[in-house]
């Protein structure tokens, strides 16, 4: 997963969708690594939240009201010349057989947001997926 960038070129990619524009020198990390590198007199983002998340249940699955399934990427930093990207959201994946899923909580992969403040502010990371699919027979 491709997370944004610092202020200008081109975007990265992440599997869920596409990432802010960003610099060689401020790219965002994809899910589970690092956010971008703020500009000159800033930090770096956080490091990366996002990876894979898999269930494979057979019957039910229940999420409870407060219940929360997360995969987001982290935030990029802030600098005084330019924020750092965020990085890629990750991926959920939920698989249930002879059952049903009954969510009444979150369940989220979203991408980090750039660090820093417009014009120089770094870009987003990408979406993460979310799949939730009844399988055949285990």
């Known amino acids: 997963t491709g997370g944004g960038g610092g202020p200008s070129a081109t975007a990265g ?3 869920g969708g596409s990432g802010g524009a960003g610099s060689a020198a401020n790219t965002g990390g994809g899910a589970g690594n690092l956010g971008g590198g703020a500009g000159p007199g800033g930090i770096s ?3 990366g939240t996002g990876g894979l ?3 494979i249940v057979k019957g039910t699955f229940t999420l409870g009201n407060n219940g929360k399934i997360l995969a987001n990427g982290s935030n990029g930093g802030n600098g005084s010349a330019g ?3 965020g990085s890629g959201g990750g991926r959920i994946i939920i698989l249930y057989n002879q059952g049903y ?3 009444g909580g979150t369940i989220s992969a979203n991408g980090g947001i750039g660090g820093g403040t417009s014009p120089t502010k770094g ?3 990408g979406a993460g997926s979310i799949t939730i699919k009844e399988i055949g027979v285990f």
Do not use: C, P, Q
Request: hydrophobic share 30%; no cysteine; aromatic share 12%.
């Open 53 to 55: 998340i898999m269930f």
């Open 83 to 85: 924020g750092g990207g």
């Open 123 to 125: 870009g987003d990371g």
């Open 45 to 47: 983002g956080d490091a």
């Open 13 to 15: 990619k992440n599997y």
């Open 101 to 103: 899923i009954n969510n």
